[in-house]
């Protein structure tokens, strides 16, 4: 069984910077990508950035440039590094543990998300 624990999240004012972590535990592959999907209010569920054991990264394009993930892989821990923040940024933020198969990956294991608000 696999437990992803999110903390980090909070109000911030449009400009600022967050950092948010999600821990894992349990039984983790040493082959595998975690990342950040994040649903805000009446909208679908959208990537936000993905970082595999690797570390290669994958972010969506509304983030890059703006928000930078990376991970400790002997903590099973990924972080997201939130800079210049909008209000459309604002959302429920969920961390996200799946297996990693080279060209795509699953979404097997999700945290309890986090909320980001961001007022303008």
């Known amino acids: 069984q696999v437990q992803l624990v999110e903390s980090g999240g909070g109000l911030v004012q449009a400009g600022g910077s967050l950092r948010l972590s999600c821990a894992a535990s349990?039984?983790?592959?040493?082959?595998?990508?975690m990342g950040w999907y994040r649903q805000a209010p009446g909208k679908q569920r959208e990537l936000v950035a993905t970082i595999a054991s690797g570390g290669s990264t994958n972010y969506g394009d509304s983030v890059k440039g703006r928000f930078t993930i990376s991970r400790d892989n002997a903590k099973n821990t990924v972080y997201l590094e939130m800079n210049s923040l909008k209000p459309e940024d604002t959302a429920v933020y969920y961390c996200n543990l799946g297996r990693d198969f080279g060209s795509w990956r699953s979404n097997d294991y999700w945290g309890q998300g986090t909320q980001v608000t961001v007022s303008s």
């Open positions: 349990g039984s983790i592959s040493s082959i595998n990508v």
